[in-house]
């Protein structure tokens, strides 16, 4: 079985200071990860993906995340944070066989304050 | 905007009432996800299509179906509603099993 794990529920951090959003994962095989957010009343986006290659991986308004397979974990950065950047980060896991459905972590709240 | 369509935005209905959502997932996409989210058990998959075809089941009660058109167009539905199903649902879609979803902006379902 496969399952990810957000430890903190909600983020709370200064806007211009760096941002980080923590995740672990648990799953059979070489992982596929995922972030994405949630604005108020919308839809997840897509930020970024794990597939292989780079540890580090860039995505959408400057975020970035860093896979580290030791730590099973897969934390999302930002190196400044806008108070736009204020909404709800979801990360997943899918595993490369079997399932191709992803797990969802149960989200974080991310507030940055001006 | 990720392409993926979903009606009705709001939905109000009353317990033991039958409802219909509707997806039309991205132009290409085969596969269509359907989700319940709500605050306390976050995002649960519930059934996904694939080129009109059942592919997976998650946490989908046995009150809840789902179909997948030749146009590919999907529908949830929801009967005999009780107030534990008031939350939002949304679709997502992909590339065959491509592991990137793109997310509807969802249907906020209010049983009362």
């Known amino acids: 079985a496969q399952s990810v794990a957000q430890p903190e529920d909600q983020v709370n951090v200064a806007e211009g200071n760096p941002l980080t959003v923590k995740c672990t994962y648990s799953?059979?095989?070489?992982?596929?990860l995922f972030w994405y957010v949630q604005y108020p009343n919308r839809g997840l986006q897509f930020l970024l993906k794990y597939i292989t290659g780079d540890n580090l991986v860039k995505g959408s308004y400057g975020f970035e995340a860093e896979f580290n397979k030791s730590q099973t974990s897969f934390h999302l950065k930002k190196p400044s944070a806008l108070v736009s950047d204020s909404a709800l980060y979801f990360c997943?896991?899918?595993?490369?066989?079997?399932?191709?459905?992803?797990?969802f972590g149960r989200g974080t709240s991310l507030i940055v304050h001006p | 905007d990720s392409g993926v369509t979903q009606t009705p935005k709001h939905l109000i209905t009353a317990t033991g009432q039958r409802v219909t959502l509707r997806c039309s997932p991205r132009s290409g996409d085969l596969s269509v996800y359907w989700y319940q989210q709500s605050l306390d058990q976050g995002l649960q998959f519930l059934i996904q299509?694939?080129?009109?075809?059942?592919?997976a089941k998650g946490n989908i009660l046995e009150r809840f179906s789902a179909q997948q058109f030749p146009d590919l167009h999907s529908e949830l539905n929801l009967s005999s509603l009780e107030l534990g199903d008031s939350a939002l649902y949304f679709c997502?879609?992909?590339?065959?099993?491509?592991?990137?979803?793109?997310f509807g902006p969802g249907t906020r379902l209010t049983v009362l």
């Open positions: 299509y694939y080129n009109g075809e059942e592919r």
């Open positions: 997943a896991v899918r595993g490369t066989g079997g399932s191709y459905i992803p797990t």
């Open positions: 997502a879609s992909s590339v065959g099993t491509s592991p990137e979803q793109f």
């Open positions: 799953v059979s095989g070489n992982p596929y």
